[in-house]
């Protein structure tokens, strides 16, 4: 299963990415929204997106709504330092950017793109 992992912090976002391709998923990463939004407009095969809150130019919120805005339905999962408060679009996830980001991400991720996999662990 493919992901895309879009952050301007390519040190969390490498971080993220070993953790996501040991547990078996192709990982594509981008800096930008707009560098993401090229990536799925030529790529059907992505299966979730990951992205930041906090980026230059367009927001991860920004970018989901672009997203959904232009049909896509897949699962869209969006990390940040801070709380998300009052916001409109509702991503399907939000996992808190700490120590403990990496590991909680692949749990997610697990739980989004295989969640028979998920009950069949408990």
Known sequence: MRV???DDDLFAAELASVFLEMSGYEVILAESAMTALANIDSDDGIDLVISDFHM???TGLDLLE???ANGWKKPFILLSASE???ITIIPDCWVKKDENMAERLVAVVNELLKPDAAVEQI
Do not use: A, S
């Open 4 to 6: 895309l992992l879009v």
């Open 56 to 58: 230059p130019e367009i």
């Open 66 to 68: 672009v997203l959904r």
């Open 84 to 86: 998300m408060t009052d």
